[in-house]
Structures are given as C-alpha cells and as structure tokens.
C-alpha cells in the first residue's frame, strides 16, 4: 500500500481547548506561561532547552542522562577503543547530533565569508518520483539523499557546499527601509562526478529540539481536524497533512516532524539523523550510507551492526521527547500583551495554532497536557520565495511544515545568533516574517504595513516565546 492510500481517520473537532492565546482575546486577553504545559521550566540559562521535563521518574532521569550523553558526544571512526562510539561515516556532515544541536538549539548557516565555523546546514538531494513502497523522494543515484561533506581517513567527501547571499531591498508602509537575503547554493569539488542532470535540492538547518514528545503526543485527529486542503472556510489558509512512511510500523503515517513533516516519530527522526548526518546504522537504517558509486565507503570499517544498539537509540529517543519546554517570559506584561493580540488580528494564527492538548502517552509527564507550541503540524504553501521545488512525500516544492515558536526567543541566548527559517536566511525575527508569501501572504502584508510601534509588539511578543 502506498502512502497515499492511507484513510485518514474521521475528522473530529475537540472541544475543551483554550482558544486563541492561552485565554480569551481581546481586552480581558490571559497569556499561559506554562507553553509545555507540566513539561514546562522557568529556568532561565544557556542550558534552558537541555533540562529534563519535571515529574519524570527516577529510571526516566536515568535514561535521560544516558540519552544525553550519546546525544551530545562526538563519535569516531572505527575500529576504536571507544567500542560504544564507533562508526562515524564513513561520509558524514556531524560528529555528533551536538555538533548541530548546539544546546539542543539551532544550526547556522555557513559562514559566506569563511570567518566562522559553522555547522547546522545540510542539503538534500532527490530525483523526480517516488519510491512505489514508501513513497519517499528517489536519492540521487551517486550521492544519495543527502550532500555529505565531511569523511573519515581514507573516503572521499562527496562534495563541498558553498553559500552566498543576493540582497533583496524593501520598505515598510511607513517608508522604513529593510533587507533580505536571498540565499544562492553551490556545490562543487564533487569527488564522484556530476550529480544527476534532473537532482532536485533543498537546503536543511537544524533546529532546536525542545517538546517534541509533546507534540508526538497530540492525538492525530487532533491535527487532521485543522486541515482545510480545499480552504473550504475561504480564509486563503488551506493546511494539508503530509502521509509519510512509519518505518517502524511499515505502514503509512501522519508526518510529524522535519521542515516538510516527513517524518512520522522522534525515534525515526533521530535514526534518520544518525544515518544521514553522523553515518551511524540502526536497526531502523542498517545499513551503511554508501550509495554504489563510492567504493571506498563501502569498504570502509564499520563499528558493528548496529552502530547504534536499540536500547541506545530508546535512551536518545525519550532524551529527546522529554526535553522540557523553557516557560514564557513577560507574559503579562502590556507590550507583550499587545503583540498577542496583533499576532491574532494579523492572521498568524491561522496556522501558528496556539493550545493543543496531548492524548495518552508511554510517558506520563508527556501525557493529557494542554500545551502552547504556536504550530498546526500541517504543510502551507509559502509562496515562490521560500520556495525549494522538491516534492518529500505528498509535501509540494512550495509547501513547508508549520514551525513550532515555543522557545524561538531564546535561540539568540543559547546559541549566539537568530538565523531562521529552513535554511537560516532570515537573521531577525522581522525577516522571518518578510518572507512569509503564498499562504501566509495576507498575514506578512499586515505585517510590513503596520506601524513601527505595533511591529515592535508583535517581536515582543515572539521574544517573550
């Protein structure tokens, strides 16, 4: 059965939910600081998207800090002394999720001026169709699904990828001036040849990890019940979900997570991450990621099969899914306040969804949570600008997953910059938003002609997340 022969369950509406911001709209306007429900932390650190999620149990904290540990240290290459940590690559982009997921925070783009080392952008790569079991975009046939620009002794890197930026010039209602930048990608030093005349790319930062247990826990019907694929309620906001593989399950699934919701689990985003960005196998992805072009790879040494035990991945997977939610700050302050209420009146809204409720969960403290993530889980089209003309299961080359906002305002805390959006264009807040189009046309537009003082509410408010 092909993923799109998926039946969807019936959709429902739930009731019960706090609508809108965390409380009632207009004047009488109440903000939730708690965006993680009980998973929330009012901490306030570099380490504030690292804390375990309260009210875990005492295996739980332990299988935390284990997860932690294989989360954030970097692997080696094999043969090893380190027979835990063995098997990086052969051809890799990471040494460890960490190298990324700084403070299990944001990558960053390259650095155009090569001051700056930088890791957190990867690119995908796929030729036109679709695997006929899965569904899934078809690799390129040398270089495979992803660029792999690093490598261990004795293989070839597959390339070098290379980043500059075209200024787009623009200006506010109120004559303000602004710049955006558009970003250009070249790969060369292509150590196998040219990559397919017809290979399809898209560029991928990684972004931060915090309460993705919580939105695994949203009950899928919860998320199909949002979905308007024919914009059937005319508000030029039409969300669809995007069917994806459970490799897990072998079976169709709702896509959750990653930039095009093409992945249905934390577990098999982080098996993905292992294999695609470190080169570590699991039971998920066993085997080695050497397309058949790159000898070398092939016959390089392995750190076992797998690299990655089950029980180590289980560690990593509820690492992840209990990762707390920092709390909101200021919420009740008056400028924070106003900008909830522009963010609603924009349209930003629409598909920035405020409160979800979990369901049942293996976890408790993940479990029956009323949460605050500012995410449908739905894909928009965003218009030609955001734009990467690659299909990723039912997901089109001008459609893109609602981003979660929780935490988004101390990404620049953490990690010492703002580079947002799927490739890390947009280096403000405000940017970010200039390059909303397609879906989110109306609500950008509402944006860039408001005053200076109501954009300023409105990034307070997004800073206060």
Known sequence: MRPTDLVLPALVVLAGLIPLVGGCSGENLVLDPNLGGGTTRAETSRNSFGLPAPELTNEQRRTFEVGDSFFTQNWVSAPASTEARDGLGPTFNAQACSSCHLLDGRGAPPDPFGEEARLGLLIRLSIPGMDPVTGAPLPDPVYGGQLQDR???????????????????????????????????????????????????????????IGMGLLEAIPAESILARADPEDVDGNGVSGRANTVWDARAGAPALGRFGWKANVATVEQQAAGAFHGDIGIT????????????????????DGGSPELTDSRLESVDLYIRTLAVPAMRGHDTAEVLAGARLFESFGCTSCHTVTHRTGPSDIAALADQVIHPYTDLLLHDMGPGLADGREDFDAGGREWRTPPLWGIGLVDDINGHRFLLHDGRARTLEEAILWHGGEAEAAKEAFRLASAEERARLVAFLEAL
């Open 282 to 301: 699991s039971a998920l992805h066993p085997d080695e990621n050497c397309p058949n072009a790159q000898s070398e790879c092939a016959t390089a040494p």
């Open 151 to 209: 490598s261990v002794l004795g293989v070839p890197a597959e390339g070098v990828l290379d980043v500059h930026y075209e200024t787009i010039s623009g200006a506010y209602g109120d004559g303000t001036a602004y710049e955006l930048r558009s970003p250009i990608y070249e790969i060369g030093d292509l150590a196998f040849g040219p990559m397919s005349d017809d290979v399809r790319t898209s560029p991928r930062l990684a972004p931060q990890v």
